[in-house]
C-alpha cells in the first residue's frame, strides 16, 4: 500500500496497480481523484443497493465517510486477469457520525470483510460487484441481537415456530 499522502490515481500501469490506488484514495476520501476515474456510467452492485453514474457513487462514499468518520478499508489480497480485478479487504470504522442508509449512528465499532469484483475498461472502473457480511454489521451496529444471545434464540424459535405453523397450514389445505 501507498504511504505517500496523495496518489496519482489513473496513471497506474495496469488495472492491478489502478485498483490499489483506487484503495489508497478512498483512505484519504479523495471523491474527485476517484471520480475521475469511475466511467461516466459506472454501475457499482452493493448489498444495499445499485449506484449508477459518477454522482450516485460519489455520494454514496460521502454518506459512508459522513457516518464512519474513522472509515478505513484494508487490501488483503489482490488479483488480476485481463479487465478483471478480484479484491478481499477488510474495513473498520467507528459509527459515530451521521445517519447512514436511515440508519441513525449507534457509536459502534464494525469491522467487516468483504471482496469487490471490479471492472476495468480503457482505464477506468466501468463496474464493480461487492459482497460483505450484512448480518454481521447488522449485528455489529445493534440493529439485531448478537449471536447466541438470548434474543437470538428467541427470534430464531419464533421463526422456526412460525415456519412449522406454516407447513402445517399448507398441508391441511392440500
Known amino acids: 500500500m501507498s504511504?505517500?499522502?496523495?496518489?496519482?490515481i489513473g496513471e497506474a500501469p495496469d488495472p492491478v496497480e489502478l485498483i490499489r490506488d483506487v484503495f489508497d484514495e478512498l483512505n484519504l476520501r479523495n471523491l474527485d481523484a476517484?471520480?475521475?476515474v469511475w466511467a461516466e456510467d459506472i454501475v457499482d452492485q452493493f448489498p444495499t443497493g445499485t449506484y449508477r453514474g459518477r454522482d450516485e457513487l460519489r455520494d454514496y462514499f460521502a454518506s459512508l465517510f459522513?457516518?464512519?468518520?474513522?472509515?478505513h478499508i484494508d487490501?488483503?489480497?489482490?488479483?488480476?486477469?485481463?479487465d478483471t480485478v478480484?479484491?478481499?479487504?477488510?474495513?473498520?470504522?467507528?459509527?459515530?457520525g451521521a445517519p447512514w442508509m436511515g440508519i441513525e449512528a449507534t457509536g459502534s465499532h464494525v469491522e467487516l470483510d468483504g471482496t469487490d469484483c471490479f471492472t476495468v475498461r480503457n482505464g477506468k472502473i466501468a463496474e464493480n460487484f461487492i459482497v460483505f457480511d450484512?448480518?454481521?454489521?447488522?449485528?455489529?451496529?445493534?440493529?439485531?441481537?448478537?449471536e447466541g444471545s438470548l434474543m437470538d434464540r428467541m427470534m430464531l424459535n419464533s421463526f422456526n415456530i412460525r415456519t412449522r405453523l406454516r407447513g402445517r397450514l399448507r398441508q391441511t389445505s392440500a
Open 3 to 8: 504511504t505517500a499522502t496523495t496518489t496519482v
Open 34 to 36: 476517484l471520480y475521475e
Open 66 to 71: 459522513a457516518a464512519f468518520p474513522d472509515f
Open 75 to 82: 487490501v488483503v489480497k489482490v488479483a488480476g486477469a485481463g
Open 86 to 96: 478480484l479484491v478481499r479487504w477488510h474495513a473498520t470504522g467507528t459509527f459515530t
Open 134 to 146: 450484512q448480518l454481521g454489521f447488522a449485528r455489529q451496529i445493534g440493529m439485531l441481537p448478537s
